[in-house]
């Protein structure tokens, strides 16, 4: 079994309900420092945050759908970096990526690492709404675009959010040069120990205080 503090320090610990208050979110920030997870992950619309002390400050671009202009998904990266963000989730355009229009999903990712100077990007390529070769090509041009990450989902898609299966292959396709993350639907130890088995660097989770308690001391 993996250890608490391992865990611990690869959470992003995630509040993105579109009813969530500035109340819900100062309780995640507590919850997250008591915890000692490495970050927060809120709407952009909840940034700044007031007093996040040593978390990592993470928000998302182009949520949940990714279906806006890519030049409104650099302005909303630039603008949530300079509230604080020092991570940025952006949803690629998944039409794009089905389309088979690589290129246009390559330039979207682009403009948002540009947007975010030296933030990292995590790429949310909506994995369980793609085939295997279009998340291993949206994964290469998640790196050619500067990307840090690759992350399976948003947790909002019908189609369903991480799989082993998905981390493992775009692990094996970016290698250890960029992060994995895996995100939606991880509830339980078990899910989480079976994303890190394949490949997973970075877990986004809700319900990180259940799966930490359960990994005990």
């Known amino acids: 079994m993996t250890s608490r503090t391992d865990v611990a320090a690869i959470i992003d610990h995630t509040l993105l309900k579109p009813e969530a208050t500035p109340a819900d979110v100062a309780a995640l920030v507590a919850e997250a420092k008591d915890l000692g997870v490495l970050a927060i992950c809120v709407s952009p619309s909840m940034l700044p945050i007031a007093d996040p002390g040593e978390l990592v400050v993470a928000t998302v671009v182009g949520f949940p759908s990714g279906q806006v202009k890519p030049e409104i998904k650099a302005a909303e990266a630039k603008r949530a970096v300079a509230d604080g963000a020092a991570e940025v989730d952006m949803v690629i ?52 675009a500067g990307a840090g990450f690759v992350k399976t989902s948003t947790g909002f898609h019908p189609a369903g959010g991480a799989s082993s299966h998905a981390v493992a292959l775009m692990r094996e396709t970016v290698g250890d040069r960029l992060g ?31 799966i930490l308690e359960a990994l005990g001391d």
Do not use: Y
């Open 93 to 144: 355009n998944i039409g794009s990526a089905v389309a088979g229009d690589f290129d246009a999903v390559e330039a979207d990712i682009r403009g948002v690492v540009e947007a975010s100077g030296r933030s990292l990007v995590k790429v949310i390529i909506e994995s369980a709404a793609l085939t295997d070769e279009q998340i291993g090509e949206v994964c290469r041009r998640a790196e050619t």
């Open 180 to 210: 994995v993350k895996a995100s939606g639907g991880i509830r339980t130890v078990e899910a989480a120990e079976e994303m890190i088995a394949a490949g997973a660097s970075r877990l986004g989770l809700s319900g990180s205080k259940g």
